[in-house]
């Protein structure tokens, strides 16, 4: 019984179920770190057939060697891709990117498990190995997994996107198949100096190889989240700087639009005065009323509001769209003006985008407030909207096609929110786009 044993152990009969096991493991925990298809409480019921699918397939399939052995892995590394990409939402690269990462996670987890199972076994008599199997299993996986779970939650906060090039993703699937080759070398050949014949020294070989892959990849990982949080920051200056710029430009345009509407006023009343037709008369009223849309009517208590609600409202004015601004500028006299402009633009353009695509008029509609509530400085922004909205960490999610160019008016609102100690967050209800953002007031 004891040799029958020791000979379920060598290196052919590795039972398959300990991989795949851990690859829909950690297919899980990449899926539950990215902006998913469908609704979060929906996106783990369809991992249940695939696992079930993957178990019987490894277990049908195991001992196959040479050309099978390929083909069977092929078929295993798009179980894998199926299963995140029916979850996962973004492009094939993205998938395969993830693909890549749980495949070896999984490989590391698989080789480890095994490894300290057989070696708890050939140091001691047990008498019910499928519940030492058991144990050890769930016990190193939950150290592997667990491990890899809050590494991943390091960036769950974060909104931010990184762009995997065809490149990058080469790079990292050579790492992958390098680190592949190599922990399983040894099921091939055992004549070189990277090889063995010796169970603990092959397992010893596989696990390390698979741990530096794992490491590899990781570290890959984070070299991309840097450079994209970079780009981000960066990104991010420059538009504030721009939207500044912006502001400035609008508060000259506005100045001057308001010169010039006063005189133009003042003339007409005049010619109003001299006038005894009455025709001539209404007519001239006609051109009052018109042109008074474009006085700055907007008097906050914040010069910079002004001048960003004055603007915005010039192009609510030519697009069709109804904006209602209750806003106490005062309240916001503590924010530095760059943050102020970059704010409420942001804000403001974001509502207009999604208003204006509204196909009848009535409908476009937005709604300003700003104002304090105990100890807080509240802005809420609301508008009327047509499409879908999706979000991610209770913010909008950019649906244009390069995540990495747009999208960051949000983050730049996340941020500035956060510098003043506040937080943001939206919603989509009833045809409705809300924003909320919440600010201490300093002491």
């Keep these: 019984m004891n040799q029958e044993l020791i000979q379920a152990l060598q290196v052919g009969n590795t039972p398959g179920y300990w991989y795949s096991n851990a690859y829909i493991i950690a297919s899980i925990i990449y899926i ?82 095994w490894q300290v199972y057989y070696f708890i076994f050939n140091q001691k008599y047990i008498l019910h190995i499928r519940i030492a199997e058991a144990s050890t299993m769930f016990i190193t996986y939950a150290i592997v997994f667990g491990i890899a779970f809050f590494a991943e939650k390091r960036h769950q906060k974060s909104n931010r996107e990184f762009d995997i090039t065809g490149r990058a993703l080469s790079g990292i699937a050579a790492t992958a198949l390098a680190t592949y080759a190599f922990s399983n070398l040894s099921y091939v050949v055992t004549n070189t100096p990277f090889t063995t014949m010796y169970n603990s020294e092959l397992y010893m070989i596989r696990t390390g190889a698979d741990f530096m892959g794992v490491v590899l990849l990781y570290m890959y990982h984070e070299l991309m989240m840097e450079s994209a949080e970079k780009v981000e920051a960066l990104t991010i200056k420059h538009m504030l700087e721009l939207q500044y710029s912006q502001y400035q430009a609008s508060e000259q345009t506005i100045e001057l639009v308001n010169q010039k509407y006063h005189d133009l006023k003042h003339q007409i009343r005049m010619l109003q005065r001299d006038m005894v037709d009455d025709e001539r008369s209404e007519y001239l009223d006609q051109m009052m009323k018109e042109i008074r849309h474009y006085e700055a009517q907007y008097k906050t208590g914040n010069r910079i509001l002004d001048t960003v609600l004055s603007s915005e409202a010039m192009k609510c004015q030519s697009k069709g769209i109804e904006i209602t601004c209750v806003t106490d500028g005062y309240a916001i006299e503590f924010m530095q003006p760059m943050d102020i402009s970059a704010l409420f633009f942001n804000a403001l353009d974001n509502a207009i985008e999604g208003t204006e ?82 600010i201490p007031i300093p002491r």
């Design 32 to 113: 539950f770190f990215n902006p998913k298809k469908n609704k979060e409480s929906n996106w783990a019921l369809p991992q249940i057939p695939i696992w079930v699918i993957l178990e019987v397939f490894m277990i049908l399939t195991a001992g196959q060697d040479g050309i099978l052995f390929v083909l069977v892995m092929l078929v295993i590394g798009f179980i894998i891709f199926f299963s995140i990409s029916i979850a996962v939402e973004g492009d094939i690269k993205r998938k395969i990117y993830y693909t890549i990462r749980a495949f070896i996670l999984g490989e590391f987890a698989g080789s480890l498990g």
């Design 357 to 438: 695509k509204i196909e009848n008029p009535k409908e476009r509609l937005i709604y300003l407030t700003v104002d304090k509530q105990k100890s807080f400085i509240r802005i809420h922004v609301e508008n009327t909207y047509t499409g879908k909205i999706q979000f991610r960490h209770h913010l909008p999610v950019t649906t244009k096609s390069n995540k990495n160019v747009h999208g960051y008016g949000v983050k730049s609102m996340k941020q500035i929110a956060e510098k003043y100690g506040g937080s943001i967050r939206a919603e989509a209800v009833d045809g409705w786009f809300k924003l909320y953002i919440l």
